[in-house]
């Protein structure tokens, strides 16, 4: 079945914990994104990937980190989480960075930074 | 910057029908439309491609205007299943999506 997986669905930790949410898509994407998704503001974009080795900033890039190293893969890394980080992270993929292919979200992860 | 969508929220009775508004201050390439139910991810409904076109999906369809740098997505008869909250994603060069019309649809 043609999906995005995200680990963990639920996390909550400590301020200052690193911590590592997973993102993996079986669908030979190029196109990789991660978004948090706040009460009133929408999805707003952390990071995205146009292909491997390939990433930049998107909206609301601070504090977070990314790396693209497989095609596959796209993890998104709290070196320091802070209790703003707090949110519905959601990933992403789509066939291409070509705005006219739709993007396929995963189940979402609900951090809670305490 | 994010497109700005109107209303923020809609409450209907089956069988009714709503219009979602999106606008951008960005000249736009194609507007995307999402929807998201409790607690669940954002779903694809549809993509529009420079060109005014409209397109449907059911009985939900969309028009885009890149002159006005707008879209509107047309829900009519609406069921149940509508409910939901629905994103534009507009795209300048990269997809950047709204905050989202909470439509609450009730028998």
């Known amino acids: 079945e043609a999906q995005v997986t995200q680990n963990p669905r639920y996390l909550i930790t400590v301020t200052g914990k690193k911590l590592t949410v997973t993102c993996s898509q079986n669908?030979?994407?190029?196109?990789m994104s991660w978004y948090r998704q706040d009460p009133g503001l929408g999805l707003r974009q952390i990071y995205y990937?146009?292909?491997?080795?390939?990433?930049d900033k998107g909206d609301v890039p601070e504090g977070y980190k990314v790396s693209r190293k497989e095609k596959r893969n796209f993890p998104l890394i709290l070196e320091s989480p802070s209790p703003n980080q707090t949110s519905l992270y959601f990933c992403?993929?789509?066939?291409?960075?070509?705005?006219?292919?739709?993007?396929?979200f995963g189940d979402g992860t609900r951090l809670s930074i305490l | 910057q994010q497109p700005v969508q109107s209303p923020q929220a809609v409450i209907l009775r089956e069988g009714e029908d709503a219009v979602i508004n999106c606008s951008s201050s960005?000249?736009?390439?194609?507007v995307h439309w999402y929807r998201q139910k409790h607690g669940e991810a954002p779903v694809f409904l549809m993509i529009?491609?420079?060109?005014?076109e409209q397109k449907g999906h059911e009985k939900i369809s969309a028009s885009f205007n890149e002159k006005k740098q707008q879209s509107s997505l047309y829900l009519t008869a609406s069921q149940l299943s509508y409910s939901g909250t629905y994103f534009c994603?507009?795209?300048?060069?990269?997809?950047?999506f709204g905050t989202g019309t909470r439509l609450q649809v009730f028998p």
């Open positions: 992403a993929s789509s066939l291409s960075g070509a705005t006219n292919q739709p993007q396929h």
């Open positions: 669908m030979n994407h190029e196109y």
């Open positions: 990937s146009m292909n491997v080795e390939v990433t």
């Open positions: 960005k000249a736009l390439y194609s």
């Open positions: 529009l491609l420079k060109g005014g």
């Open positions: 994603g507009t795209a300048p060069w990269r997809l950047i």
